[in-house]
């Protein structure tokens, strides 16, 4: 009686919590609120073409996201800023998803912004526009129901620095380095890099970081809990390799509950306390009486 009444359990609460998780991943910040048309800004980005961004979907359920601009070290332009939020929105319905690694072409991560888009929309409103939308998808891409990891190579700078604070997890490379170089170009971190960063680093760390604007290599990442760890790999695919070895030991198991533990730390860093506790107890009737549950119950019949 108990497997068949915890399974019917298990199939409602499924679909109920699932939608409620997947609406709220999927709400833009900003909506019909603080001025912000994403429409507007989505056919200003459109006008800045080049580089792009790829996606890889392997069997074992990582991703592998590639920023493609190598010419300018994987800068953003405007059309990989849409690309982003396209390959963000395709990783949101990923089913069996489980893990996803971040790295930029060309043994470099990433940039920051394409100065020539910048230039082009520097007046305040596209500004805000494009810091809204910036915000918006790498607020998705953290709340995705996979585990992330950003494989910093080379550079991470300005609004490339900001990306690596929107994955779970960074990795580095011997002689690469994350800086935020947003006070020498006079401004602040406007794609959410500095919220994410307090919450990673502290506040006393992340104030020196910004204020400083000096950069954090292997050694100092990994001192300041920026860094999990410092790959003995440079080149592109031994890198790509250890990551994604790294990676696995998190990733092992079924999708939904890979899945489940992402959704349950991210409600306990988002939510408040009551709130969190409520979306621990929906996510855990989506896996309670669930396949890997009962195939576990009768694995291990007995406490050792």
Not at 8 to 31: D, H, V
Not at 253 to 280: C, D, N, Y
Request: aromatic share 6%; hydrophobic share 40%; with cysteine.
């Amino acid at each position: 009686f108990f497997p068949e009444m915890a399974a019917s359990l298990w199939k409602n609460l499924l679909q109920t919590t699932k939608e409620k998780i997947l609406q709220q991943r999927r709400s833009s910040l900003y909506i019909g609120a603080h001025g912000y048309d994403e429409e507007l800004i989505k056919k200003k980005l459109q006008q800045f073409a080049g580089g792009s961004i790829s996606l890889s979907r392997e069997d074992n359920g990582i991703a592998i996201l590639t920023l493609n601009n190598p010419k300018l070290m994987n800068a953003f332009t405007g059309t990989m800023m849409l690309e982003l939020q396209e390959r963000v929105t395709e990783l949101e319905s990923w089913k069996d998803g489980k893990g996803l690694i971040i790295c930029g072409a060309g043994n470099t991560f990433c940039s920051g912004s394409d100065l020539n888009a910048v230039k082009a929309i520097s007046n305040s409103q596209d500004g805000m526009n494009m810091c809204m939308f910036m915000q918006s998808t790498l607020t998705r891409l953290k709340r995705l129901p996979l585990i992330s990891v950003a494989l910093v190579q080379g550079k991470a700078l300005g609004g490339g620095a900001e990306l690596t604070t929107a994955c779970d997890f960074r990795l580095m490379t011997p002689g690469s380095e994350i800086r935020f170089v947003h006070k020498h170009m006079g401004l602040v971190p406007g794609w959410g890099g500095a919220a994410r960063l307090v919450r990673i680093v502290g506040s006393g760390a992340a104030l020196r970081l910004l204020s400083g604007a000096a950069g954090a290599d292997p050694e100092r990442a990994l001192r300041l809990g920026l860094s999990e760890e410092t790959l003995s790999s440079s080149d592109e695919t031994g890198a790509v390799e250890e990551a994604r070895a790294w990676l696995s030991q998190y990733t092992e198991g079924p999708a939904s509950v890979i899945q489940a533990v992402k959704k349950v730390v991210t409600a306990g860093r988002e939510l408040p306390l009551e709130a969190a506790l409520r979306t621990e107890k929906d996510i855990f009737g989506t896996v309670w009486g669930g396949p890997a549950n009962l195939q576990a119950l009768v694995r291990r019949p007995k406490h050792k």
